[in-house]
T-cell receptor
């Protein structure tokens, strides 16, 4: 069974600060996705990383896939209250995710004005 | 496009009752999934389907059944509800293996079994 460990589980910071969320595993994933979930809604995809060492940027969010494709990080620069939410990492196995994704437990992020 | 729709939004069941959670997608996606989300536990895969007529078990299938008679619909059946099935259930769909990796999620069904 593949497992994804996310840290931290909870993070509350002031507007304008930077933060990093980590997603680690002992397993290799064919791809890794980051989702954001608002209360009462389903997760929404932010980014997919596929290649080891890949870095993707989405405005103030920077996503990195580890060289060995076992871990990933999400870095937010100058956090805004609108960044508040639950961030989930999810990995696809050797089948490319046809048999579903393995999710981490999530990071609850609160950005205080 | 409506995307992925789920009904009902909320439901309270008594122990031993049965119900069907409905899921439909209008994006002509081949792959569909059912996950459950418990507080602090992330999402766990219950069942999935790679096409009409094809279903397979995920990580936590016990107590559930599914069917996929059409590309659009993927209902989840609970036969004998138990308190351990209290959870938020999400249906998701994906175009196909060679296409985008993205899974599109519905808004969820919050189920309480008492």
């Amino acid at each position: 069974t593949q497992l994804l460990e996310q840290s931290p589980q909870f993070l509350s910071i002031q507007e304008g600060e930077n933060l990093t969320v980590y997603c680690n595993s002992s397993s290799v994933f064919s791809s890794l996705q980051w989702y954001r979930q608002e209360p009462g809604e389903g997760p929404v995809l932010l980014v997919t990383v596929v290649t080891g060492g890949e870095v993707k940027k989405l405005k103030r969010l920077t996503f990195q896939f580890g060289d060995a494709r076992k871990d990933s990080s999400l870095h937010i620069t100058a956090a805004q209250p609108g960044d508040t939410g639950l961030y989930l990492c999810a990995g696809a196995g050797s089948g490319g995710g046809a048999d579903g994704l393995t999710f981490g437990k999530g990071t609850h992020l609160i950005i205080q004005p | 496009n409506a995307g992925v729709t789920q009904t009902p939004k909320f439901r309270i069941l008594k122990i031993g009752q049965s119900m069907t959670l409905q899921c439909a997608q209008d994006m002509n996606h081949n792959y569909m999934y059912w996950y459950r989300q418990d507080p602090g536990m992330g999402l766990k895969l219950i069942y999935y389907s790679v096409g009409a007529g094809i279903t397979d078990k995920g990580e936590v299938p016990n107590g559930y059944n599914v069917s996929r008679s059409t590309t659009e619909d993927f209902p989840l059946r609970l036969e004998l509800a138990a308190p351990s099935q209290t959870s938020v259930y999400f249906c998701a769909s994906r175009l196909g293996l060679a296409a985008s990796y993205e899974q599109y999620f519905g808004p969820g069904t919050r189920l309480t079994v008492t």
